[in-house]
């Protein structure tokens, strides 16, 4: 069974960094699409950010220049690197991993992690 698990959440000021973790097991990375979406109280779910396995990236408008999605296949871990944090950039983020290829933007994601809090102050 996929098993994907998120690390690196947590508690910054606005203009902070963290970069969160997702290591997959039982899942290849590099083959297929991979996305982070976030999901604040009372919000849907958003789509952040999603690499297709020509490792191009994708960004929601809201983040574009400030975050990074990337990854290391020999490590099978998905990263974001989200600098110049804000106070609406507060949530659960979860990693997601598709069984699909290409254009990774809008496809369905098959498999999810457990989420990491990251919450910003002003």
């Known amino acids: 069974q996929v098993q994907l698990v998120e690390s690196g959440g947590g508690s910054v000021q606005a203009g902070g960094s963290l970069r969160l973790s997702c290591a997959a097991s039982?899942?290849?990375?590099?083959?297929?699409?991979m996305a982070w979406f976030r999901q604040a109280p009372g919000k849907e779910r958003e789509r952040v950010a999603t690499?297709?396995?020509?490792?191009?990236?994708t960004y929601a408008d809201s983040v574009k220049g400030r975050f990074t999605i990337s990854r290391d296949n020999a490590k099978n871990t998905l990263y974001l690197q989200m600098n110049s944090l804000k106070p609406e950039d507060t949530a659960m983020y979860y990693c997601?991993?598709?069984?699909?290829?290409?254009?990774?933007?809008?496809?369905?994601?098959?498999?999810w992690g457990q989420g990491t809090q990251v919450t910003v102050s002003s």
């Open positions: 997601a991993a598709s069984v699909a290829r290409g254009f990774c933007w809008y496809r369905s994601y098959n498999y």
């Open positions: 039982r899942y290849t990375i590099g083959s297929y699409c």
């Open positions: 690499i297709n396995s020509d490792e191009t990236p």
